[in-house]
């Protein structure tokens, strides 16, 4: 919680600024650790890119494999770094979070180098994990009461994913759509799901002034 230096209000919830007046509120003591706690990320992954990259060279003098080293460095601060600096807006880490795998996933492609398996399996995977996981996060949010539905959500939303992985896998290799393991996955989750969800219906009405889910 931090106070208004102007009128003296006090702002939870990590406002940037006074709900009453307005004025810009300086960081409080967990967003100045958090930025610590960044920055220290961050130079653990340079360290370790760099000392790797040392290695690589001194070997043949060529960057190999060091390169993979570099990426993944880069990539794992901006998915884990990077939103401890800007978890106030969620409309930035987002999509660089988004931005991040995709390019890290064609990185390692292009590094890698044999098969080509970003455009026909990891793009649409990595793609429609993106999709079923952030309508499943925003389910959870918009919930106006929380409770057995979040794991049925979260239920749902895993076994559209391991649909949409079996699918493209069986697609990228070649082969016809077939469901087999997700099939498995679903006739497990999906009528559990609809059991915490009847559950969370009952408790709901039970509740004075029950509505919405
Ligand atoms: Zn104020």
């Known amino acids: ?7 003296g209000a006090e702002a939870v919830g990590g406002s940037s600024n006074c709900p009453r007046c307005g004025t810009p509120l300086p960081a ?3 967003a100045r650790g958090l930025g610590i706690a960044s920055l220290a990320i961050g130079a653990v992954c340079a360290i370790s890119a760099f ?4 290695i690589d060279y001194s070997g043949d003098g060529r960057f190999d494999f060091s390169l993979v080293s570099l990426i ?24 660089v979070m988004a931005a991040t795998i995709v390019a890290y996933l064609w990185g390692l492609e292009r590094l890698t180098g044999g098969s080509r398996w970003f455009l026909p399996i990891a793009l649409p995977i ?21 409770g057995p539905n979040i794991a049925a ?9 391991c649909t949409a ?7 990228g290799s070649g082969g016809s759509p077939v469901a087999g393991w997700s099939a498995i996955v679903a006739a497990a989750a999906l009528p559990t799901a609809l059991l915490l969800l009847g559950i969370h219906h009952r408790l709901r ?9």
Do not use: H
């Not at 992985?165 to 697609?171: A, N, R, Y």
């Open 1 to 7: 919680m931090t106070i208004c230096g102007n009128c």
């Open 28 to 30: 409080d003591r967990s």
């Open 51 to 54: 000392t790797q990259a040392l």
């Open 72 to 95: 993944s460095s880069i990539a794992f601060w901006l998915l884990v770094g990077f939103p401890m600096l800007s978890y106030r807006r969620p409309a930035l880490f987002l999509p």
């Open 126 to 146: 990595a793609l429609a994990a993106m999709a079923a996981g952030g309508l499943t996060a925003l389910a959870c949010i918009k919930a106006r009461r929380r």
């Open 153 to 161: 959500f979260i239920l749902i939303g895993c076994s559209v994913i």
């Open 165 to 171: 992985i079996e699918l493209i896998l069986s697609l």
């Open 205 to 213: 009405r039970r509740q004075p002034g029950g509505a919405g889910s």
